[in-house]
């Protein structure tokens, strides 16, 4: 019988290992996740800033006057500076004008 029960013991001590080895790989692959979706959400914010401030009229009236002496490229590099714009949303705004 002290065999048996030795036999058992071996038998035990590699599965409790393995079981807290898997939870430890879980835990770590939930914490690994968890920073990488924290990383992609703050380099996201500072991407698109909520907080954009709109155009003022005196930016409108500069922008309006480049666009009509043909300097489109430098109005659109004054609404960007102005305003934070992307260079997309900076095109847009000028060619609206």
């Known amino acids: 019988m002290s065999s048996l029960t030795t036999s058992s013991r071996i038998l035990t001590a590699p599965t409790a290992l393995m079981a807290s080895t898997a939870g430890l790989v879980a835990l770590t692959a939930v914490v690994v ?3 990488i979706w924290l990383i992609i959400l703050a380099v996201r914010l500072t991407k698109s800033p909520r907080n954009r401030p709109n155009p003022s009229v005196d ?4 922008a309006r006057e480049l ?4 300097q489109i490229q ?7 500076g102005e305003t934070g714009m992307s260079q997309r949303a900076a095109s847009r705004f000028v060619n609206r004008l």
């Open 59 to 62: 930016l409108v009236d500069q």
């Open 33 to 35: 996740a968890a920073v």
């Open 67 to 70: 666009k009509a002496v043909g």
């Open 74 to 80: 430098e109005a659109v590099f004054l609404v960007r």
